[in-house]
């Protein structure tokens, strides 16, 4: 059984920082991409930053120059700091992995629970 877990989410004033967490735990083969995306009530889930394995980055053109996304694949982990952070950032964050189980079997995509991140201004 595989869990994707985040943590690092909450309360921030404008202009604050914050570092998200997610580790992907379980009997795991590989991961390919891992990224987080983000989804405001009523609307549609978005990518904020993304990275392969081999640490090639993507991220939303309203988050370049602030978000940085790190992974650590030893750990399966993968995480988001969040510098200069603005109220249109208030949202809930979530984990996304794509996990291999064997040699040459597609990734499975598995998502986290989710967790909040809220800018006051």
């Known amino acids: 059984q595989v869990q994707v877990v985040e943590s690092g989410g909450g309360l921030v004033q404008a202009g604050g920082s914050l570092r998200l967490s997610c580790t992907a735990s379980?009997?795991?083969?590989?991961?390919?991409?891992m990224g987080w995306y983000r989804q405001a009530p009523g609307k549609q889930r978005e990518l904020v930053a993304a990275?392969?394995?081999?640490?090639?980055?993507n991220y939303a053109d309203s988050v370049k120059g602030r978000f940085t996304i790190s992974r650590d694949n030893a750990k399966n982990t993968v995480y988001l700091q969040m510098n200069s952070l603005k109220s249109e950032d208030t949202d809930v964050y979530y984990c996304?992995?794509?996990?291999?189980?064997?040699?040459?079997?597609?990734?499975?995509?598995?998502w986290g629970q989710g967790t909040q991140v809220t800018v006051s201004s």
């Open positions: 990275t392969t394995n081999g640490g090639t980055t």
């Open positions: 996304n992995a794509k996990i291999k189980f064997k040699f040459g079997s597609r990734s499975v995509d598995y």
């Open positions: 379980g009997t795991i083969f590989s991961i390919n991409d």
